[in-house]
C-alpha cells in the first residue's frame, strides 16, 4: 500500500520513493598525519543545503580539545561569530561516576574564538583514545541567514583512573549571512596526530 500526496508518491510498499529524502553524498576526505590542522576550503557551496563532516579515530599529539571555526569567501582569518551550548554526559569505566552537565567554559556568546567539540576531560594522547563524531551544517550558503550547526561526539579518556566515556551535544550559529565556504579543524595545542575527516553533502 502506498502513500500518496497531491498526485505524487511518497511511500510505496514501505519504501520511501526517488526524489523523497536526503541522501549522503561523498564530497572529499583529510587524513590527519601530525596536522597542525585539517582545512576545507572548497566543496562546501550552494550545491547542497546541508553538509555533514564525520570524524574517524580522530588522535591528538598532546592531551587537547579538538575544535572548529569557519569563515566567508577565499578568507582565511577562521574567527566567525558564534553563539553556541555545550553539554556532556560521563560515564566511568567502573561505573563509579555518571552525569549529565552544562558547560560554560565551551559555549560561546557573540565568540569569534574556536568551538569545542569535547569537554574536560580532554581528549588524550594514550594509543588507543579517540573521537568519533560528526558536525551538520544548514544552508551555509544562504546570503539571508545565519548558519546554524549540530555536532554530536563521542570520545573517551585513559589518563584519568578510571576511564571515562564522554558523549558531548553542541550545537549553535554563525552569525553570519554571508556564506561560509570553508572551515577549519584543530586540536587546541599540539597536533592532529592521525585520524580522517570525511565531508558529505544532503540533498
Known amino acids: 500500500m502506498g ?10 510498499n ?4 526517488s526524489g523523497f529524502g536526503g541522501n549522503l553524498n561523498f564530497i572529499s576526505k583529510a587524513t590527519a598525519s601530525a596536522s597542525a590542522s585539517i582545512e576545507f576550503t572548497s566543496g562546501i557551496d550552494s550545491t ?11 588522535h591528538p ?5 579538538f575544535a572548529f571555526q569557519a569563515d566567508t569567501g577565499t578568507n582565511t582569518n577562521y574567527n566567525q561569530t558564534i553563539t553556541s551550548t ?10 563509579g561516576e555518571s552525569g549529565l552537565s552544562y558547560f560554560t567554559a565551551s559555549d560561546q556568546a557573540q565568540g569569534t574564538g574556536f568551538q569545542n567539540l ?4 580532554q581528549l588524550g594522547t594514550n594509543n ?4 568519533n563524531g560528526y558536525l551538520h551544517i544548514f544552508n551555509p550558503s544562504s546570503s539571508t541567514y545565519v548558519k546554524h550547526f549540530i555536532a554530536r561526539t563521542l570520545s573517551q579518556n585513559d589518563d584519568s583512573s578510571p576511564a571515562y566515556v564522554l558523549d558531548n551535544y553542541i550545537a549553535g550559529y554563525f552569525n553570519q549571512t554571508t556564506a561560509l565556504t570553508r572551515f577549519q579543524f584543530k586540536m587546541a595545542s599540539g597536533n592532529i596526530d ?4 570525511l565531508l558529505f553533502g544532503i540533498n
Not at 556532556?88 to 569505566?93: D, K, L
Open 3 to 12: 502513500l500518496i500526496s497531491n498526485g505524487s508518491t511518497i511511500f510505496d
Open 14 to 17: 514501505g519504501s520511501m520513493a
Open 48 to 58: 547542497y543545503k546541508e553538509y555533514v563532516f564525520y570524524f574517524v579515530n580522530i
Open 61 to 65: 599529539s598532546a592531551e587537547s580539545y
Open 86 to 95: 555545550f553539554f556532556r554526559a560521563y560515564h566511568r569505566e567502573d561505573g
Open 118 to 121: 569535547v569537554e574536560n576531560p
Open 128 to 131: 588507543d583514545e579517540n573521537l
Open 194 to 197: 592521525s585520524g580522517e575527516i
